[in-house]
């Protein structure tokens, strides 16, 4: 139990990872409004995992492609999830995972006296169903782990602070998404306290009633964790994320959608063999985004508490 | 003999009209159209329509018969003794000579068989009138040798005031449109503060400020032709002696430029707005007395165009609709000032001694970078726009605007000539004069219509920039509508609701617009 509670907090195997909502410094701006923390513990038949998560997200960088640039405005963007997870096992080889957040979104310009903007809702929900045709045990230092799921537009996308805001803004993305999933682990001891593991996914979204599409997003992770005695350990993944553009009925938007490399370092505590507690962060490596102007990820952290049963 | 008769007449009509004006000083106007009669001879009358743009009156004559027909002669419709005349003929002063005319051989409705009229006439009508209540037709039927005269008032005197308002002074009121009012609805309903719904304005994603205005910005004050390319646009602006051209690669990061000019006699704040998805640019003058004269963008959007806020209420107002829509100022409508959109060569030709915006503005921007990709080409609209299946034009193409109430035309740029290429045109009502030209990427329009009235013609002027036009009273008027020689140097055309956008928001906000072709 206490393997896949340290690896419940595993940032490397989060299905979803955090969006990154991409701003445009210019009336263009498009973003993915929802963070997603996925659990996929439970692969072994009975296995039930439930964890909370709650994330801090900073969106003040301004970039034109792969460059910095100064934001003379002083813009404060933030966004802050709650997600509530589980998994369970229904056999040996065949799990569900599910999910329910709930999002607030702030934005505020420094250099205006006027314009606080705040948001905030219940957001989109996801569904995975999970394949796995082998897992790490006393007999073999494979894992392997196959899914597809959908995210369900359980999240408002449609709320009014004076004026109808921008989808970034919203806590929903009022459409659906369906995803493609696959990780790979391996153990290089018997006891599994190194791991090395990569993980992909694919995320095809639909266009929502104000005929709004965020771009279709891939995410390719490579990692490694270990496990420091029987309570303590650590993970840490590069992250490769790319979006295609925002359309919007049908038109691509300008200044949306790029690629990122990100490092997402993580420490965990098992408390009890069945309660841990994990804090991560994402540092931004490099990135390439579209267009000429976009705010995008500056850092966030998380802290996850999960629960075996 | 019919000079005596006309003294006569005169002489008589001040006589037995009380407190009418004399003769001398009355002038035929609209104000006389009228139904009109003679109390002595009930059944009938005339119906009288002054035209004074080409300074003609129409009269029609419904009478009878010089003698009754035999009591047995029938007719299909009405009496069959009733004759209807007509008349028409020039009119000076307080007279109008009128010929006479007899239609004959048509039928009720019909076009088969076709009625008859001899162009030559049957005879003339003198119209003599007193004031706006009392005239006197003085008749000579040819083909019967029978002349008289019958005294004339209003069967209803609605339109005597209308007549004494035009009169005054023997010349007439001015009556042009005026064109400087909201492009929206005119006292449009105000609900909740606000005169749009608010679901139709959306957040554009960047915040209130996140465009930064630009604050009395720097200006190169000795630009060289190879400031900017010679292709690239920008907005031109002139008042008095102070020009200023804003390039488009800086206003498509910024949007607006607060700026302070003198006028009036005094410094005074204006702002000028660009819209980089509708391609609009127009320009305001701020509010006299207030504490905070400057905009800013609201990062909303309405039809897909910028929505400006004011710093001081905080009231938005729709930059392509030129009026508040949203708060403690909504519906007012600011006060306009004339731009200019050309080429940098084009504006640099008219105006040497320039000043040009500079990119010194204190954001880290990269103007040599269009921030929305291909969309000044493709056919995207990026944000929510009414009425985008009105697809007569590309969507991106560039048209010169104009709004008259309910009225609005747009000449696309490219469709004017390669030269100057002069219009002289009505809308709505309205006298306008388009001055455009494809090559040097120039539009605007103004009402051609005067203060005094007066209806200008133009032609254009070829090769001599900022010149683009001349009347035919021998004025030479630039770009901005501003004669520059002749008798009329000085005076300016009168600004309309016009001004250069993409053809899907102009469309967005004013539909049915009809296209030069």
Redesign the interface.
Known sequence: MIRRLLKAALPGLILLYPSLPA?????????VPVLIYLDTSAIEKGDFFASYTADDHQINDLV?GSDD?????G?DRASFSQVLSASYAFTDHWSVSALASYVKHE???G?????E?SASGIGDSVLLVRYSPFYISPFSRHELSLGLGLRIPTGENDI?D?????E??QPGTGAVGKIGWASYSYAFNQAATLQAFTSINYTHNEENDR?YRFGHEFNFSVGLSQSLGSRFGYSAVLRYRSTEPDR??G?????SGGKWIDFIPAIRYAVTDRFGIALSGRIPVARDLN???QFTTSYSYAVTVSYGF | MRTLKQMVLVLLLLHTVPGSADSDEFTINPGLNDAWFNPATGGQGFFITVYPDIGQVFLAWFTYDTVRPPEDTGAMLGDPGHRWLTAQGPYSGASAELTVFVSKGGIFDGSEPAADTDPSGDGAITLEFADCTAGMISYEITSLGITGEIPIQRVQPDNQALCETLATGGQLACTRPEPDRSHGPNNPPVINRQIIP??E????????????ALEQPEFLTNPTTGSLGANDLVVGVKIGDDIRAYPHDIL??H?IVNEQFAMDGEMRGASLSY???TGSAVMWKSTPNSADQTF?T????YNSN?VL?D?ET?TVWSQMLEQAIRGERVAEIPEKLQVVETSWATWYAMYPGTRLLSRNT?????YD?????T?RE???????ADNQEDTRLHRKTRVLGLNVGDVSRVWPIRNFTGGVEILNESVGGMHVVVAGSSELNIGVVYNRQLEDCTVLEFEAVQDSLPLVMRDTEGNGWDVFGQALEGPRAGQRLQKTNSYIAYWYAWTAFFHGASIYQ
């Open positions: 701003f445009a410094a210019t009336c263009s701006c498009a973003g034109s640039v100064p934001d003379e405005t813009r934005r505020k310009i250099s205006s006296s006027f314009g903007v009014v004076v004026f109808l805001l921008s970034d803004m005929h919007r009925s038109f691509e938007l300008p200044n267009g000429v102007l | 608010f679901v304005i959306v957040d554009g994603g960047p915040g209130v400020d996140g465009i930064p498509n990061w949007e819209c980089p998805l800013g609201s990062g909303t959007l910028l806020y710093r905080q204190g954001y880290s921007r990269d970078e269009y921030p929305y990709g969309f493709d056919h995207s609209v990026l944000f929510p």
